[in-house]
C-alpha cells in the first residue's frame, strides 16, 4: 500500500512537480462524509460597489474542518476531488448552499450579487447546462443573481464543450466572470472566445499596485479593455485602504479583499452585512 502511495506520489511529481502527502490523497474518499458530518462549509466574502458605496454581492468560498487535520486548503481537496472524479458532489453542494445564501440575502431587499467558482474540470461536461437549470428552477432563483467565476487554465479538456456550455449558461441568465484574470495562459484567446460579463483582476496584480508602475500600467488597460468590452471588473486580494481608494480611482467596478471582510460562515457575513459595516468603509 505504502510502496503504490509512493508510486503515485512518483508519477505526480512528474507531471503536476507536486507532491502530496498519502492523507491528502485519500481526501476525496471522505468527501460525502465530510459534507454530512458538518466539516465541510462554504464561507463568503464581501464585494464591494464602488458605485454604488455598498456591499452588493459576495463570493463563496469551500471550507473544510477536517477532524484531524484541521483546515484544509480548497486548492488542496479541489485539486484531489477533482482527480478522483468527484468534482461534482462539491460544485453542485456549492451551487446549493450558494442559492440558499442567495435568497436570504436578496430577501432583505437590496439586489445581491452571489459568486460561486467553476472547476476546470466541470466546465465542460455534458449534464453542466441541464443540472444547472434544473436547480434554479427548482430553487425558484432568477440566474442573474448567481455569477459563475471561472479560471482560465488550459486544464479545461474539451474547450469547445467549454464555451458551448458557458454560452447556454449566460443566455440562461448566468453571470460569467472570467477569475484570476492575468495568470493564465490565454488571456486574451479568452476574451475573444467567451461571452463573459465580468473580469477579476487577479491579486498578484492588485497587491503590487501601489509599488509598481507596470502593474499599475497592466491594471488601468485591463479596466479599459474591460469597459470598452461591456464588462464590469472586479479586483481581489484588496488588503489595504490605499490599494482601495487607488482602484476605485481608476475606474474598477468592484472591490474585494480583506480589507472589505474576510470571508466568513454565513451567520456572521450575514449579521456584518446587516449592521451596514460598509457605511464605515465608505468614508475612506
Ligand atoms: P479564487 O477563486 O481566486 O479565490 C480568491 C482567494 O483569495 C480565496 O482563497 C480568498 O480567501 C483569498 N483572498 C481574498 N481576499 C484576500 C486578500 O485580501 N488577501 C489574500 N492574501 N487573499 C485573499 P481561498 O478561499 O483559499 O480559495 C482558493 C481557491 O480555491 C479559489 O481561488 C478558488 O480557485 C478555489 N475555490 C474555493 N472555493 C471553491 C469552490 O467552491 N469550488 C471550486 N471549484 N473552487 C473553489
Ligand atoms: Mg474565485
Ligand atoms: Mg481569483
Ligand atoms: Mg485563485
Avoid at 445564501?101 to 466546465?123: C, D
Avoid at 430553487?139 to 488550459?154: D, K, N, Q, Y
Amino acid at each position: 500500500n505504502e510502496a503504490l502511495a509512493n508510486g503515485r506520489s512518483i508519477e505526480l511529481f512528474e507531471s503536476q512537480r507536486l507532491v502530496e502527502a498519502p492523507w491528502e490523497l485519500s481526501l476525496h474518499a471522505r468527501i460525502e462524509e465530510g459534507l454530512r458530518n458538518g466539516e465541510i462549509w462554504l464561507a463568503f466574502q464581501p464585494q464591494w460597489d464602488f458605485l454604488e458605496g455598498r456591499v452588493s454581492g459576495a463570493e463563496a468560498l469551500i471550507r473544510w474542518n477536517h477532524p484531524t487535520r484541521g483546515p484544509i486548503a480548497p486548492d488542496a481537496f479541489i485539486l484531489q476531488a477533482e482527480r478522483a472524479g468527484r468534482i461534482d458532489t462539491l460544485t453542485y453542494w456549492v451551487l446549493e448552499e450558494a442559492i440558499s445564501a442567495a435568497l436570504a440575502l436578496n430577501a432583505l431587499g437590496p439586489r445581491f450579487q452571489m459568486s460561486i467558482n467553476l472547476s476546470a474540470q466541470m466546465v465542460d461536461k455534458a449534464d453542466l447546462v441541464t443540472n444547472f437549470a434544473e436547480i434554479v428552477r427548482r430553487r425558484r432563483i432568477e440566474p442573474s443573481l448567481l455569477t459563475i467565476e471561472v479560471t482560465e487554465t488550459s486544464s479545461v479538456r474539451n474547450r469547445p464543450a467549454a464555451c458551448h456550455n458557458l454560452t447556454k449558461l449566460r443566455e440562461m441568465g448566468f453571470r460569467l466572470s472570467i477569475d484570476d484574470f492575468g495568470t493564465g495562459e490565454a488571456s486574451l484567446a479568452y476574451l475573444a472566445d467567451l461571452p463573459s460579463d465580468e473580469l477579476k483582476l487577479d491579486r498578484r496584480f492588485v497587491s503590487r499596485l501601489l509599488d509598481s508602475e507596470r502593474d499599475r500600467a497592466i491594471i488601468t488597460s485591463t479596466i479599459g479593455l474591460a469597459h470598452a468590452l461591456r464588462q464590469s471588473v472586479v479586483a481581489e486580494g484588496i488588503e489595504d485602504a490605499a490599494t482601495f481608494a487607488m482602484l476605485r480611482d481608476l475606474g474598477c467596478d468592484h472591490a474585494q479583499g480583506y480589507y472589505l471582510g474576510r470571508p466568513q460562515p454565513f451567520a456572521v457575513f450575514l449579521s456584518d452585512y446587516e449592521q451596514g459595516r460598509r457605511r464605515a468603509i465608505s468614508d475612506v
